[in-house]
């Protein structure tokens, strides 16, 4: 296996950084639908059907991804200060 030179290690840092970054603002943007808001908005419209839950269930895959990727983030940073 051929390593990494730092250049090559700060590269591909900053790909995952806007990876991550991609997902968070794809995370908040879902949330900001009328679909993902609150439950106080949900009670006060009376509704949370089928298009509520797949909106939380979207939102919450990027925060995943975005978790996914901070934490291999801090996983390569870990090795190359080691």
């Known amino acids: 296996m051929k390593a990494f030179t730092e250049l090559q290690l700060e590269a591909l ?17 879902k949330c900001k639908t009328d679909e993902c808001l609150g439950w106080e908005a949900k009670v006060n419209v009376g ?15 990027q925060f ?4 996914a990727f901070a934490e291999v983030i801090e996983m390569i940073k870990g090795i190359n200060h080691e």
């Open 64 to 67: 995943g991804r975005h978790s």
């Open 13 to 29: 840092l900053k790909r995952l950084r806007a990876r991550s970054d991609n997902a968070y603002i794809s995370y908040i943007g």
């Open 47 to 61: 509704k949370f059907g089928k298009d509520e839950l797949q909106a939380h269930v979207d939102a919450q895959e």
